[in-house]
């Protein structure tokens, strides 16, 4: 079984600055997502990318996958203090999913 | 249409007991998953059912246990409670087990 790695994990912007999450993991996988959770609440999905993607957009967030590297980043653009939370990958392989600990981004107005 | 409902949201139980949380999926899915977060181990997947069939579980001792029902809806028991039992725990559902994941607002559970 494998565990997302993310870093950093703790990161602290002004408003309007870009901020960057990163996640890396051993094994291969299927699919990588990314969840945004607010204060120990339930998980809200934020994008899915397929192992033989490279790069999807929604809104503000960029969403890449490196396979040869097992790695992926949470870019987000223009931050708003909305977006402080804390964000997680989560990675599935087969049966098979694991979360990474997450970063707690802080988005200073 | 309605989302994920968790029921209670609070509880506080002590060690030795048993609890069952619950767990409405959001209409037409069929996959309910379920996961704990502590502060010290992160999130972790617990079991997935689907149609009934407990398909995909996580590293859990057999005191966590779950079933689905016709209708979807799910319950998580976890019996002889001890203190490390304390978290958050959370209920999903999804079309598939890897597809999007729609949480509920989960259970905060105290073992006292």
């Known amino acids: 079984s494998q565990q997302g790695e993310e870093d950093p994990q703790a990161l602290s912007i002004q408003e309007g600055e870009n901020a960057t999450m990163n996640c890396s993991y051993k094994?291969?996988?299927?699919?990588l997502q990314w969840y945004r959770q607010n204060s120990g609440r339930g998980l809200v999905h934020l994008i899915l990318?397929?192992?033989?993607?490279r790069e999807k957009h929604s809104g503000r967030l960029r969403v890449t996958l490196d396979t040869s590297k097992k790695s992926s980043s949470l870019l987000i653009t223009a931050s708003r203090a909305a977006d402080t939370a804390s964000y997680f990958c989560?990675?599935?392989?087969?049966?098979?999913?694991?979360f990474g600990a997450g970063t707690r981004l802080t988005v200073k107005p | 249409k309605a989302g994920v409902t968790q029921t209670p949201r609070y509880l506080i139980k002590t060690r030795g007991q048993q609890v069952t949380l619950s767990c409405s999926p959001i209409?037409?899915?069929?996959?309910v998953s379920w996961y704990q977060q502590t502060p010290g181990q992160g999130l972790q997947f617990l079991f997935e059912?689907?149609?009934?069939?407990?398909?995909n579980k996580g590293n859990f001792p057999g005191r966590f246990s779950g079933r689905q029902f016709s209708n979807s809806r799910s319950e998580m028991n976890v019996s002889t409670l001890e203190l490390g039992d304390s978290a958050l725990y959370l209920c999903?559902?999804?079309?598939?087990?890897?597809?999007?994941?729609?949480f509920g607002s989960g259970t905060q559970l105290s073992v006292l």
């Open positions: 999903a559902s999804s079309l598939a087990f890897n597809e999007k994941l729609f």
């Open positions: 094994t291969s996988i299927n699919n």
């Open positions: 990318i397929r192992s033989n993607e």
């Open positions: 989560v990675l599935y392989n087969n049966n098979d999913m694991r």
């Open positions: 209409s037409g899915h069929r996959s």
């Open positions: 059912y689907f149609s009934e069939t407990q398909r």
